[in-house]
């Protein structure tokens, strides 16, 4: 069994004119251990897909169909009290800016004993005594002076690292890290990604990493969804979706990276921006911005074509399976 | 270098901003007695910057480094606390407003955030009217529209949207919007200060390939702030790394890329997350970024630099050219160490 199985989940935002749907026919899972990356651009439903999974997305966005098996248990149709328990305990969040996430009027310390209390009977003592042990373990230096100190007293990267001390204070058996370095520096961000490489190596601990930079995935995780217009478009193994993406949108984001271009050239850009979630177009959302447009893209919505580890929704990619017969497609062995 | 002719000349620029708001807050008891204490952030430090014409030189660094103090001496939006300013061999930072007038159109400057440096309750044609009329008071109505309608077109964006307003558009167009305000007066020198970060990736090439074409078509000199080093490959001619308010290397880009000199430089491209890498292997720097307001003594990166000796601790690098034309204050490659 998958340590999280989500099946056609589907999010919608209760608006004055009608519902607008912000996920559709989203399925995925992560087994244990896995490093799993969400990638896409601004409005493409990364972040909601990861509030979903902890069932924190707010009025008037509702959860309008499918189901969210963690252990086998569907989150979303858990009581407040019974997602409050797995909510940092079973599974935490790291958000991206944390100096909006640690509190800036309390110590290190107490906000840390605090989220351990949340979630064990235990005494003070023994509470400090494992917030240090996991300030240790994120490679805070001088661990147990930082502890009594304030956010607003460490430096960013070092801020991060105390983010992610707390998610790991009830050894979660999964972390979802939402854009967890985009706030930081390049050197931050280096120190950050081999912290987190480093953590689900040696505790078996499963992860979602949501970002838009392409690079951090293909460091960081082993497989891949990538989203537009709150859809996944392709999924399939890190390395073999960088090397040889199949979906024209993937192609697009992959070849607009300035280091895919001789220095000085022109950088090939998709065409168009991102629909908002109000006027998604119909039948494929990319249509509008796709080089190899054909009219069925205009009205139908793709279906996945699936390959051995991956799957795309794409009608010109299916066109092609067609001429060349699936069993020529090579598939990128797992690493 | 001096076969280049050099629009912008920085000679040793300092820019100190103090901490403390009033007289009050520097007051402080010492040894039972009260003494004043004046402390300050000390964001540029003795910076020297040759941009020569037509030319696109990237400056990068961290934040907080002084990038975009840097930028903002540069177009006389903030007076350097010492130092000069020189523009086409006219020393531009002691000049009055007035004076001034006559450079500011040939400086021009792109912010990061479009959200911000839009003003809203502005129709995109005012915006781009404003600059055109206020340094062409000759010109009339009928020349000023030709020019906002030539510079819409020129950056895509339909000049039928003239009385659109900035919310009516999307990050990618707003930043358009902002890069034809600063076309429309015809500069011949543009500092951007970030002016991609704050887009996606798709739309971060659209900007990118526009920038391009204005600085092809008009002859543009570009001084590019950018904290994103894949973007510097591919943009610049040459580089400018900054750390801590100093240059510590400025190198034409291929020389950069495939050889740094200077230690920081070093770490910093070994930080960049390649695409095709499938495990990071950074060179860790040891502690943080020291603060600017008690810099270290002598290089100011010594205490996070593996080469560092004693005289590192005290002498203050200068930068020296060395014979592939590269400039790096380090005492570890001027004495041949590293």
New interface residues.
């Given amino acids: 069994m998958p340590l999280l199985e989500v099946k056609n989940l589907e999010v919608k935002f209760a608006m004055r004119r009608g519902d607008l749907t912000a996920l559709r026919d989203v399925s995925f899972s992560i087994d244990k251990g896995e490093r799993l990356g969400i990638v896409g651009e601004s409005g493409a439903g990364k972040s909601v897909v990861a509030y979903s999974i902890l069932n924190l997305i707010s009025k008037p966005g509702y959860i309008s169909g499918g189901q969210i098996l963690f252990q086998g248990k569907d989150l979303s149709k858990l009581s407040p009290e019974e997602m409050r328990a797995i909510r940092g305990d079973g599974i935490s969040m790291i958000f991206q800016d944390p100096m909006m996430t640690l509190n800036p009027v309390l110590t290190i310390g107490t906000q840390m004993v605090e989220a351990l209390h949340a979630h064990r009977e235990i005494s003070d003592q023994r509470a400090r005594a494992i917030a240090i042990e996991k300030l240790v373990q994120v490679h805070i230096p001088s661990a147990a002076t930082r502890f009594a100190q304030y956010p607003h007293e460490l430096s960013g990267g070092m801020r991060q690292r105390i983010v992610i001390a707390t998610a790991l204070l009830t050894d979660p058996l999964l972390i979802i890290a939402d854009e967890p370095t985009t706030a930081l520096d390049v050197t931050i961000q280096a120190e950050i990604i081999e912290l987190l490489l480093e953590l689900c190596e040696s505790s078996d601990v499963g992860l979602i990493l949501i970002t838009h930079d392409l690079s951090v995935v293909g460091q960081v995780t082993q497989r891949v969804l990538v989203m537009y217009a709150g859809r996944i478009v392709e999924e399939g193994l890190t390395h073999g979706i960088i090397r040889n993406p199949r979906h024209p949108y993937t192609q697009g984001l992959i070849g607009a990276l300035p280091q895919q271009t001789v220095p000085g050239g022109r950088l090939n850009q998709i065409r168009g921006v991102m629909p908002s979630l109000a006027n998604t177009p119909s039948g494929c959302a990319f249509h509008p911005r796709c080089p190899h447009v054909t009219d069925i893209c205009e009205s139908v919505m793709p279906e996945y074509s699936i390959f051995d580890r991956s799957r795309v929704a794409c009608h010109w990619v299916k066109d092609q399976l067609g001429d060349v017969g699936e069993q020529k497609i090579n598939e990128t062995p797992a690493p | 270098m001096s076969e280049h002719s050099i629009l912008v000349r920085a000679k040793n620029v300092y820019k100190e901003f103090p901490i403390h708001a009033g007289l009050l807050e520097e007051l402080h008891f010492e040894n039972g007695r009260l003494t004043r204490k004046r402390e300050s952030v000390k964001a540029i430090n003795g910076v020297q910057l040759e941009v020569r014409k037509g030319e696109a030189l990237c400056v990068v660094g961290?934040?907080g480094c002084g990038k975009s103090t840097m930028a903002r001496v540069i177009m006389g939006l903030i007076k350097p606390t010492a130092g000069e300013i020189y523009y086409d061999g006219e020393r531009i930072d002691n000049l009055d407003s007035t004076k001034l007038l006559r450079f500011r159109r040939k400086m021009q400057m792109i912010f990061q955030n479009p959200y911000a440096s839009l003003n809203p309750r502005m129709t995109v044609q005012d915006t781009l009217e404003e600059p055109i009329r206020f340094h062409n008071p000759e010109n009339s109505k009928a020349e000023v529209q030709e020019k906002v309608s030539a510079v819409m077109d020129s950056v895509g964006i339909d000049p039928m949207w003239g009385e659109r307003y900035p919310h009516e558009f999307?990050g990618?167009?707003r930043q358009r919007i902002s890069i034809a305000r600063a076309l429309a007066v015809d500069p011949e020198f543009i500092v951007a200060d970030e002016p991609i970060s704050a887009l996606?990736?798709?739309?971060?090439?659209?900007v990118?390939?526009l920038l391009?074409d204005a600085r092809d078509e008009r002859a543009l000199t570009y001084i590019f702030i950018t904290?994103d080093?894949?973007?510097v490959?591919?943009?610049g001619t040459r580089v400018a790394v900054m750390y801590l308010g100093t240059f510590c290397e400025i190198a034409e880009?291929?020389t950069l890329f495939s050889s740094p000199r200077h230690p920081y430089t070093q770490?910093?491209l070994?930080?960049?997350?390649?695409?095709?890498?499938?495990?990071?292997h950074?060179i860790?720097?040891k502690g943080?970024?020291p603060t600017p307001i008690n810099l270290p003594s002598g290089c100011v990166f010594h205490g996070r630099c593996i080469h560092a000796n004693e005289r590192c601790q005290h002498e203050v690098p200068k930068l020296r050219e060395l014979r592939d034309g590269t400039t790096v204050a380090c005492h570890a490659v001027e004495e041949g160490r590293l």
Avoid: C, M
């Fill in positions: 961290e934040s999307s990618g167009q996606d990736v798709s739309i971060q090439a659209q990118l390939n391009k904290h080093l894949a973007v490959e591919h943009f880009t291929r770490a910093l070994s930080a960049i997350p390649r695409l095709n890498q499938e495990r990071p950074h860790k720097l943080e970024v």
